[in-house]
């Protein structure tokens, strides 16, 4: 299961309320905010373990479905334009199938989400570009590495996604 952590502005966006927190795989687990770029609604998307950031558009309030399934889609696309293997896209992706929606619980994953909206840019041709650079950013909750290069060190031991 893949939670996604949102916050009190984006709950209220999407016009629904959060279940009680749950103790997920940090791997598995997304903090989520809205962010406004060129006056359109953007929704930024950052790992919780890794700091991978993914960035959707095209979401009006309430489509809190609409907005699942743009993630799943957009954060597939990302992988493998990365170089991910597919079989391990689809094992990560298959805790997607159940999306449950929580409240943000780490102020340091918060931090590198408003550090990384200071970043977004309007200069790339596609969001996938500007994805593949945001993610070439070090942080220092990951100790200086790539958000990138992290997930994907996280993401092919597969016993991270069992435990907490």
Do not use: C
């Amino acid at each position: 299961m893949i939670t996604l952590r949102l916050t009190k502005d984006l709950l209220k966006d999407m016009k629904t309320t959060s279940i009680e927190d749950m103790n997920v795989p940090p791997l598995l687990s997304w903090h989520v905010n809205i962010y406004n770029l060129n006056k359109r609604k953007h929704i930024v998307f950052v790992n919780d373990l890794t700091r991978l950031t993914v960035i959707i558009d095209g979401i009006r309030t309430g489509q809190l479905e609409r907005l699942k399934e743009k993630f799943l889609l957009i954060l597939r696309e990302y992988l493998l334009r990365e170089g991910v293997k597919e079989d391990l896209i689809n094992t990560y992706l298959e805790f997607g199938a159940e999306v449950v929606i929580s409240k943000t619980n780490s102020r340091s994953v918060l931090g590198t989400m408003k550090e990384v909206t200071f970043f977004i840019e309007d200069d790339f041709s596609d969001n996938i570009k500007r994805l593949m650079w945001l993610n070439r950013i070090i942080h220092k909750p990951i100790d200086y590495k790539k958000p990138i290069d992290y997930f994907k060190e996280s993401f092919k031991d597969h016993n991270n996604f069992n435990t907490v």
